[in-house]
């Protein structure tokens, strides 16, 4: 445990980009807990009188065409976007990790079919599909969610699937298989526990692509509505601004969205020197 | 004649862990058509070296002192592009797996014609024609066909005979063999052994032979300098470091091969292992294994003493 | 070469499951559309009889085998339904607009690639120098960006401070002529029809949809090739090459750079994906008239048949896609073209 701790000190101190990675981390979970206390003003309140200000001391973001306070807007969208990528994500590790440790131990068919079935999702350009999944199901923001799920989940079957198999024949669950353990609880209690780690390396990564992912949707129109204060609809709404030199209205939000992603990607590869240092790039 | 000669050359690598000295004080020549075998554990520095002398050290390292001269020229000085046409040409390698020391996605009389396009300036239809030539000279089969061939599809000694063509493509006067022969199979070494020999003595090529295997260096050698933790610790022709080793080492290490006459169960492990070549380290790397150790060990720089007039032994306390 | 035609043909069969599934994914999506088609194709007007007519013709009154073995039928025949807000087959728009998404992602690629090959290998060569650093920044912050944002923050630098690049408005201004139509790019055709002004027109037009579209796939493609390129520079084939005093080019691209981008070259097929991806939102920032934009169009008006069909395309161009990647390695590697 020392040994561990150690470890995550010497990661942190060699790469110190980890550390702050983590502080941005917690900031983005402060504004999803508590944004709409935070902020200063009220996200959906129009102003017409004020609309389209440039950043003041009265408006840090500036005001979009209605009036509306960005930096207002820009917090309370935290927690929708980030609400959406992680049930996203919880929803294709749930998935995605029994699928892919079953098929890793059972082998044979279970192993066929999920195969088959990840390399179908995985023949579409992904974000094509989660547009086809979101189009067919509903425009809604339920729907965004299931879209990003189904796209994430390959790649923790792929992941799960590797892990299981490289430790199948491994003394720990051997010792488990003697001591009279049936499949379910060999899974469960031994398996999965050990090949946890690696996939929350999995999460963090793809908690940057899911926001992406959902932010993107939301761009071309689909799942979140206006007014609703979320980041790719706030760039969507500030697009046809830009050409006129109104700047503010989707340089705050696209910056803060690119930020968290950001974020999660640096405590991705952070994650990943603390759990497997060989892995380093 | 000296073709190469080392002189006190020192060399250590930078890592995150501090600075390994990999190689001190080593000094060791050579004279044109003699074999030098160079032996000692895995770690001792022997790969270190020779990689320094063909000036194709890992990034990490740094030459800390000494000098290394070819034919009168020191190549640690030397501009980049005289060494550039002095590799694979005067001066050649062949390394231990062959199968991964050859470039996997090039057909291998390509790879040969490269090397002659660069130093014999040849033209292309010319390198082509060499280059059978030279894979006919290494004893392979149907060398036309051959040359089409990716290393993927030849065996080990296959690809270690191509290898040989490859480095001897340009006539060097030195070749430097590092454990050519491991991983292949015993029949196949011998052949390997039996090939670089004979295309040493017919050009008059010096050989710098590199191995643990002391059996082999026995067999092949006319010296033989004896490594420990960096340090060159005894060079003597190789009948005389048989009959009358001067280094306790050197006495341990003949003591750990197998030869006619001895039972394995009566062969000896040389105890302890190799220093930690980071930090402070005393005088004499060996002192710690050392069963003669005593006071005079430690005290003063390690003496080089020439116990005969071709036989050097760097020990204070020698046999 | 046989070995390579060989290969193809190999590919082409193993590619062959890929569409099937597509295919079928495509129609569960189609039957998967929410309320009844029928009335939704009938119009919010029609009346019950109306609704049950459209369900004949639509085929929809029948078993799923049988609505299956129509719909391929249809497709066989390249048909895929009409688009309600152009009226127009949905083939036919989207044959039309083929190009323009075409010519976008693979300036975009090749910008890509000509850019993160170099940088990635400089960086392995230099490894701790800054260009070292600032390649890993690169690849890092690359695969965070949203390439909607980049593309708006482009527009914003370039058109509206800097005044270099024109108006995000389509492939071409008002001004230009169209030059005749022979492969649909722009940039070819002008230059087949010999009108320079016109080259120069869209070059400038594509120029930043095509940017934004490269920096986005710089990240993972420079990413890649610095660490093959790494773990190949150490390898022992490329001492040998050193060792027998080869120049340094030869050293650097025909011992280790070819060597490097075999794993390059496989992470291509993911870069597809995101770039396919990705071109839907670059069309949408930049109102490139491309098969993307057809498709949002049609989603925010719930015209489905426009969207299927954009599916479809997208999907079969990137069975395409990695079958071309496929064969490309096969090329460099001979240990895959001989096995074949």
């Known amino acids: 445990m020392t040994a561990t701790l150690r470890h995550i000190r010497y990661v942190l101190a060699e790469n110190p980009v980890t550390g702050v990675a983590f502080g941005g981390f917690l900031l983005i979970l402060l504004l999803a807990l508590a944004g709409p206390a935070l902020a200063p003003y009220d996200p959906l309140a129009s102003d017409t009188a004020a609309a389209l200000q440039p950043p003041s001391w009265a408006h840090w973001f500036g005001t979009d065409h209605l009036g509306r306070d960005i930096l207002s807007r820009v917090m309370v969208a935290t927690r929708l976007d980030v609400q959406i990528s992680l049930a996203a994500v919880a929803l294709s590790f749930a998935f995605g990790s029994v699928a892919g440790v079953c098929a890793g131990w059972f082998g044979g068919t279970v192993e066929r079919v999920l195969s088959r079935l990840v390399d179908t999702i995985m023949a579409f350009p992904l974000f094509v599909l989660a547009m086809g999944v979101v189009a067919a199901l509903g425009n809604t923001v339920g729907n965004i969610v299931v879209a990003t799920a189904i796209i994430n989940f390959p790649f923790y079957v792929r992941m799960a699937r590797a892990e299981t198999n490289a430790r199948r024949e491994a003394g720990f669950i051997e010792a488990a298989r003697l001591g009279g353990n049936g499949d379910a609880r060999i899974l469960g209690f031994h398996l999965f526990p050990n090949i946890l780690p690696p996939m929350m390396v999995q999460v963090s990564l793809n908690m940057g692509y899911a926001i992406l992912n959902a932010a993107g949707l939301s761009f071309i129109g689909l799942g979140v509505r206006p007014p609703t204060p979320e980041w790719g609809i706030m760039v969507a709404e500030g697009a046809s601004y830009i050409v006129s030199g109104e700047w503010w209205v989707a340089l705050f939000p696209g910056t803060v969205l690119m930020l968290a992603v950001f974020c999660f990607n640096l405590l991705g590869d952070g994650l990943r020197d603390i759990i497997d240092p060989r892995r380093r790039t | 004649m000296t073709l190469l000669s080392v002189e006190n050359l020192s060399l250590a690598f930078r890592t995150r862990a501090g600075t390994v000295r990999a190689l001190e004080g080593v000094t060791l020549d050579l004279a044109k058509g003699e074999t030098l075998g160079i032996v000692g554990e895995s770690g001792s520095g022997k790969s270190v070296l020779s990689f320094a002398i063909m000036g194709i050290s890992d990034p990490a390292a740094r030459i800390a002192g000494g000098a290394v001269r070819f034919e009168g020229l020191d190549l640690l000085t030397a501009p980049a592009r005289d060494l550039d046409a002095l590799r694979g040409a005067e001066m050649a390698m062949i390394f231990q797996n062959p199968r991964v020391a050859l470039n996997p996605i090039r057909p291998v009389g390509k790879q040969i014609e490269d090397v002659l396009l660069r130093h014999a300036g040849l033209t292309r239809a010319e390198a082509r024609v060499k280059a059978v030539e030279m894979l006919a000279r290494v004893r392979i089969p149907d060398p036309e066909r051959r040359a089409k061939a990716y290393p993927f599809e030849m065996s080990g000694g296959m690809c270690q005979r191509v290898m040989i063509a490859l480095a001897l493509a340009c006539a060097p006067k030195l070749l430097i063999a590092d454990e050519p022969t491991t991983g292949l199979d015993v029949t196949t070494q011998a052949a390997i052994m039996d090939l670089v020999g004979d295309l040493a003595r017919e050009s008059r090529m010096a050989v710098i032979l590199i191995t643990h295997d002391l059996g082999l260096a026995a067999e092949r050698c006319d010296r033989i300098a004896v490594m420990h933790a960096g340090h060159v610790v005894e060079v003597a022709p190789t009948a005389d470091l048989f009959t009358a080793p001067r280094h306790p080492y050197t006495r341990r290490l003949i003591a750990t091969t197998p030869r006619p006459g001895v039972a394995l169960a009566d062969l000896e492990p040389i105890p302890g292992s190799l220093p930690d070549l980071r930090g402070d380290l005393p005088p004499c790397r060996y002192a710690a294994r050392c069963e003669r150790v005593d006071a005079a060990c430690g005290a003063g720089p390690l003496p080089r003493l020439a116990v005969r007039p071709n036989h050097l032994v760097a020990c204070a306390r020698p046999l | ?340």
């Open chain 3, 1 to 340: 070469m046989p070995r390579t035609l060989r290969l193809i043909l190999r590919r082409l069969l193993s590619a062959l499951p890929s569409v099937a599934a597509v295919v079928v994914v495509t129609f569960v999506l189609t039957r998967a559309l929410p309320g009844d088609p029928a009335a939704y194709f009938a119009g919010p007007a029609a009346t019950p009889q109306a609704v049950e007519e459209v369900r004949k013709r639509l085929g929809l009154d029948r078993s799923l085998p049988e609505q299956f073995l129509s719909y391929l039928g249809e497709l066989a025949r390249g048909e895929m339904g009409t688009s309600l807000t152009t009226g127009q087959p949905v083939r036919d728009d989207i044959l039309a607009r083929l190009p323009a998404s075409l010519e976008l992602t693979l300036a975009g690629l090749l910008l890509a690639v000509t850019v993160a090959i170099p940088l990635g290998v400089a960086a392995a060569t230099r490894p701790g120098s800054w260009i070292d650093h600032s390649a890993r920044v690169v690849s890092t912050a690359g695969v965070s960006l949203p390439v909607f944002f980049t593309g708006l923050l482009l527009v914003y630098v370039f058109y509206y401070l800097l005044g270099w690049a024109p108006a995000p408005m389509g492939r071409l201004d008002l001004f230009a002529t169209t030059p005749p139509t022979v492969t649909g790019f722009l940039l070819i055709d002008s230059l087949l029809a010999g009108e320079g002004a016109t080259f120069r027109a869209a070059a400038a037009q594509l120029a930043l949809p095509a940017l934004t579209l490269g920096l986005f796939s710089v990240a993972p493609l420079a990413r890649m090739t610095r660490a093959s390129m790494l773990g190949v520079l150490s390898s022992d084939f490329v001492r040998t090459a050193r060792a027998s005093g080869l120049s340094r080019s030869t050293v650097l691209v025909t011992y280790a750079l070819r060597n490097a981008l075999l794993p390059v070259v496989t992470t291509l097929g993911m870069v597809f994906s995101f770039l396919l991806g990705a071109n839907v939102l670059v069309e949408k920032v930049f109102s490139w008239p491309g098969i993307g934009s057809y498709a949002i169009e049609a989603l925010v008006a719930s015209d489905y048949a426009p969207v299927q069909g954009f599916i479809l395309t997208m999907a079969v161009m990137y069975v395409g896609l990695n079958l071309l990647v496929d064969v490309l390695y096969g090329i460099i590697d001979p240990r895959v073209r001989i096995e074949a």
